[in-house]
C-alpha cells in the first residue's frame, strides 16, 4: 500500500486495494455506479448492487481505504461510473509493475490458472 509509484500507477494501486478491501471483482468494480454508493440503515456508506457473474445482491460496508479510494477519483470520471477503470489488460499489466515496485517477485497471474491466487 505505501510503494511510492509513478504516478500513472498509482490508480492501478488504487483500484487493486479497493477490490482487496472490498471483496469485489474487476468487473463488478468495473459496473458500479454513483447510484451503487448509498446511505444503509446504520447511516454509513455501503455499495448495494448485483454481482455480475451471479446476480447475487452483494450489501458491502465501506471501510476507511475504498472511501478514501472513491473520493480520490470522485469527479474525474465520465458519466455515472463510480471509479475510472480501465481495461482489464491495461489493469493487470499494471499490476504486475505495481508488483516488482512492491519487491514482490512472485509471477502474479490470474487467480483461475494454475500458478493460483496471489
Do not use: H
Not at 6 to 31: A, P, W
Amino acid at each position: 500500500m505505501n510503494v511510492t509509484l509513478e504516478k500513472r500507477l498509482d490508480l492501478v494501486r488504487d483500484l487493486f486495494l479497493f477490490c482487496v478491501f472490498t471483496g469485489f471483482s474487476f468487473q463488478d468494480m468495473k459496473n458500479l455506479t454513483r447510484d451503487s454508493m448509498q446511505v444503509f440503515f446504520d447511516g454509513k456508506p455501503w455499495i448495494i448492487t448485483r454481482r455480475q457473474k451471479t446476480s447475487v445482491s452483494s450489501n458491502v460496508p465501506l471501510m476507511d481505504i475504498p472511501l478514501k479510494i472513491i473520493e480520490k477519483y470522485e469527479g474525474l470520471v465520465k458519466g455515472e461510473k463510480l471509479l475510472p477503470v480501465p481495461g482489464y489488460t491495461s489493469l493487470q499489466s499494471g499490476i504486475k509493475r505495481v508488483a516488482t515496485a512492491a519487491g514482490i517477485i512472485r509471477n502474479v497471474k490470474r487467480a483461475d490458472t494454475k500458478a493460483g491466487p496471489l
